[in-house]
């Protein structure tokens, strides 16, 4: 249709209801539309993933500012942390993500931005930064986040402010995965972010908020926000 500048963004602007046809909103990408059909596509959502609608809710929920600040954005991928981070007025964003030209194109050449992709986090040190950052957040897929970020939180600010996106499918185990990737309750949905809540606890971190994330991770699990404040 070429309402969308990828089939992906097309896709995830379904998911949020904002393709209508014929005056009816359609939810899955999947549903045949005939030749005729009218289409009204909403205007999407300003950032270069559907992660950037997840951290722009974290900072307004629990009242963040990242203005001037260090800023590290562990699995940044496309960009869509980092951008949030940029637009706020970060001073400085750390994009660290161990895939590969992924980071979009509108957020390269970015003095503010320093792009480290190919780059394991789990590899940092404070040599790595100019300042420690004073803003953490991270979005990982595939692995725990206590894996990744085990020694990312030693590297922090005094009083730094931490958000997670905490996501129960790569938390729970494959014994807790149904077929199509969907966490089979719940109430160990809950569990997994109770968990890491404890692991973070552990780290020096307290946790002052957590949150459901405003739209759901692709295969449609519930994932959430967490907020945590570095303790001196």
Same mark, same amino acid.
């Given at each position: 249709?070429?309402? #969308? ?29 005939? *030749? ?22 974290? +900072? ?12 590290? !954005? &562990?699995?940044? =991928? ?7 981070? #940029? ?5 400085? %964003? ?6 590969? !030209? ?11 931005? &320093?792009?480290? *992709? ?26 725990? &986040? $206590? @894996? ?12 730094? !402010?931490?958000? %997670? ?6 938390? &729970?185990? @494959? ?7 969907? /966490? ?6 809950? $569990?997994?972010?109770?968990? /890491?809540? !404890? ?6 971190? =307290? %946790?002052?908020? $957590? ?12 994932? #959430?926000? +967490? ?6």
């Amino acid at each position: 249709m070429g309402l #969308y500048e990828s089939r992906a963004r097309a896709q995830s602007a379904i998911k949020l209801g904002l393709v209508i046809v014929d005056g009816r909103v359609i939810k899955k990408s999947s549903e045949k539309i005939s *030749e005729n059909s009218i289409i009204e596509a909403k205007k999407e959502f300003p950032w270069v993933s559907r992660g950037g609608v997840k951290l722009e809710h974290a +900072l307004k929920q629990f009242n963040i500012s990242v203005k001037n600040k260090v800023c590290l !954005d &562990v699995g940044a =991928s496309t960009g869509g942390f980092t951008e949030v981070l #940029y637009s706020n007025g970060a001073k400085k %964003i750390y994009s660290v993500d161990v895939g590969r !030209d992924q980071l979009h194109h509108r957020l390269k050449n970015i003095e503010k931005i &320093v792009s480290m *992709e190919n780059f394991d986090a789990r590899n940092l040190t404070e040599k790595h930064f100019t300042e420690p950052p004073q803003i953490i957040v991270c979005d990982a897929s595939f692995i725990s &986040v $206590t @894996k990744v970020l085990d020694q990312v939180l030693t590297l922090s600010a005094s009083e730094a !402010d931490l958000v %997670i996106l905490v996501k129960p499918q790569f938390e &729970v185990g @494959k014994k807790g995965i149904s077929r199509g990737g969907i /966490v089979k309750s719940e109430s160990l949905a809950l $569990t997994s972010l109770s968990e /890491v809540s !404890d692991w973070i606890h552990t780290k020096g971190w =307290s %946790i002052s908020a $957590t949150c459901e994330s405003p739209i759901k991770g692709t295969s449609g699990n519930t994932e #959430y926000l +967490l907020h945590a404040k570095f303790r001196n």
